[in-house]
DNA sequence: GTCAGTGCAAACTTTTTGCAACTAC
DNA sequence: GTAGTTGCAAAAAGTTTGCACTGAC
C-alpha cells in the first residue's frame, strides 16, 4: 500500500473516533471541550501502548495542547467508556491502546525484561469470540502470555552458570 | 470427596509446595528462612485471589507469625520466580494466587464494580496451549473478558432512565 | 448565567529503597 | 564470622481529590 494512502487512512480513522466521541459526549449530556478531543486525537497519532505519563510528555513536547495530568485521568476513563480505549495492567502502571480499527491481538510479555510483544492468531481469536459467558456481557478481552523472551533466555543461562 | 479427605490433600498440596520452595532457595543458594514458608503456607492457606494488604492483615490476625510489609513484597517475587505464585494485575493493586495445583481459569472482570469472577472451559483452554509463540519460551498466561456483569447491567440500565 | 470540566497542588495508595539489626549457613 | 534477610521508616511512583477558576452550552 502506498504510503500516501495509508496517512489518508489515519485521518479517516481520526476522523470517525472524533465522531464517535461526539456521539457519546451527546448522548451523556456531556461537554465537548478542546482537551477531550485533542486527547483522543493524540491516542489516535501514537501507535502502540502508552501510559498517562507518556502520554502527558508526548502532548507536551508535542506543544498542540497543553493538558493537566489530572485532565488526562479523567479523559481516559470517558475514552475506555466510550469503547473508544483499551485499558492494560501490564506492569505498575496502567497501560492504554486505542479501541477502534486496532486489530485484535495477543501479548506475550517477558517476566525477566517486561518486554510486551504482540501477536496474532486467529484460531485462538476465533476460540476466544465463541466462548459463551453465563451472566455476562462481554466487550473486550485480553490475553497475556507470560514466559521468557529469547533475549533472556540466554542472559539467564549466563547468570546461573556464573553464579 | 469426604471432608477430611479434602484436608488431607490440601496438606499434601502444603507439603510438596514447601519441598519445592526448599529445592528453589537451594538451588539459587538463597536462605531457607521460617518467613518464607510462613508466607507460603499462608498463601497456599487462602483460597482465591489476593492483594499484599490483604496478605499482611490476614497473617497478622492469624497470629502464627508477623512479617513486615517489605518482606512480603520481598518474598512473593521470589514465589513468583520459582512458579510457586502467578502475579495478576486486575485493578490499582497487584493480586496474586497459588500457582501449584490451581485448576487453570480464566477471568471475567467488570467494568463496573469490577467484581472478579474465575470460570473453565476446556476448549479455551486447549487452544492457548496449543498456540505456538516464535522466540518465546511461555510459562503461563492470563485471559480477562472484560464486560458487564448482570448486576450492573440493571443498574446501568436505571442509571441511564433517571437521567 | 450556570454548571460541567479544567488546572493545580495536596492527599492518598501502593510499591520500592536505604540502612541498621538479625540470623541462617 | 559473614553475607543474605528482615523490619522500619522514608521516599518514590501512580492515581485521586478538593477547590477556585474557566468556558461550553
Redesign the interface.
Known amino acids: 500500500m502506498a504510503f500516501e494512502q495509508k496517512i489518508r487512512m489515519e485521518e479517516n480513522v481520526k476522523d470517525t473516533v472524533r465522531q464517535l466521541l461526539t456521539e457519546y459526549l451527546q448522548a451523556?449530556?456531556q461537554r465537548k471541550t478542546p482537551e477531550r478531543y485533542a486527547i483522543l486525537d493524540t491516542i489516535y497519532t501514537i501507535k502502540g501502548h502508552f501510559g498517562i505519563d507518556e502520554l502527558y510528555h508526548y502532548m507536551e513536547s508535542n506543544g498542540k495542547f497543553r493538558v493537566s495530568r489530572a485532565t488526562l485521568y479523567n479523559t481516559i476513563i470517558l475514552l475506555?467508556d466510550a469503547n473508544l480505549v483499551i485499558k492494560h495492567?501490564?506492569?505498575t502502571s496502567s497501560q492504554y491502546e486505542r479501541a477502534y480499527k486496532n486489530e485484535t491481538h495477543h501479548h506475550?510479555i517477558?517476566?525477566e525484561c517486561g518486554k510486551v510483544?504482540e501477536?496474532q492468531?486467529e484460531?485462538?481469536k476465533q476460540?476466544?469470540a465463541n466462548?459463551k459467558?453465563?451472566?455476562?456481557?462481554?466487550?473486550?478481552?485480553?490475553?497475556?502470555?507470560?514466559?521468557?523472551?529469547?533475549k533472556c533466555?540466554w542472559a539467564k543461562r549466563r547468570k546461573k552458570k556464573s553464579?
Not at 455476562?136 to 521468557?148: E, N, W
Request: hydrophobic fraction near 35%.
Open positions: 451523556n449530556g475506555v495492567q501490564f506492569g506475550m517477558c517476566t510483544t501477536f492468531d484460531s485462538l476460540a476466544i466462548t459467558l453465563k451472566k455476562f456481557t462481554a466487550t473486550h478481552y485480553s490475553l497475556y502470555i507470560y514466559g521468557v523472551c529469547s533466555t553464579k
